[in-house]
């Protein structure tokens, strides 16, 4: 800043200088007091210019990084865009599958329960169909020794018989 604050001291001086020169090197009161206030307004001038071409400087320093922080920011929301980008299509996929799996699942429980009350029902049927077959198996054998018996009782009748018949002759 203390580059700046002489600049303009310079400029005084010449301003004061070329003043002072052109009244021949001796002026009168008023000449002084008018060459201070000249020189007082130059210095204001001088200021003034400074203090514009500051705030110029700070304004287009300012802009220039806002210009920089607008780029980052579409940069970095372009990079979140291609990671969300990225990340999506497998969030969708995974949500859907977990749908179809709840859905699924949600019907597996009534035809699992379903299941379960059938195979009890086998069991009881074919344990009923079992016992059964057992009756039927003893039925049906002792209907074969009743069969053989009676067999075996006609053949001594008819034996007994064809004895009777042999004798008659």
């Not at 580059?3 to 310079?10: N, R």
């Amino acid at each position: 800043m203390q580059g700046g604050v002489e600049q303009p001291m310079q400029m005084v001086l010449r301003v004061k200088h070329p003043s002072s020169l052109s009244s021949g090197g001796g002026g009168d009161e008023e000449d002084e007091g008018e060459g201070s206030s000249r020189s007082a307004l130059s210095v204001f001038k001088a200021k003034e210019e400074q203090i514009e071409r500051r705030k110029m400087e700070v304004r287009e320093k300012v802009f220039a990084h806002l210009g920089r922080v607008e780029e980052e920011s579409k940069r970095l929301a372009f990079i979140r865009q291609e990671l969300e980008g990225m990340a999506d299509p497998t969030r969708k996929e995974v949500e859907s599958i977990r749908k179809r799996i709840d859905t699924v699942n949600r019907q597996l429980k009534p035809l699992g329960k379903s299941c379960v009350k059938k195979e009890k029902e086998y069991k009881e049927v074919l344990e009923a169909y079992n016992e059964k077959s057992k009756e039927k198996a003893l039925l049906v054998n002792r209907l074969i020794e009743l069969v053989s018996e009676s067999e075996r009782m006609r053949m001594k009748k008819l034996e007994e018989l064809n004895k009777t018949v042999d004798s008659l002759y």
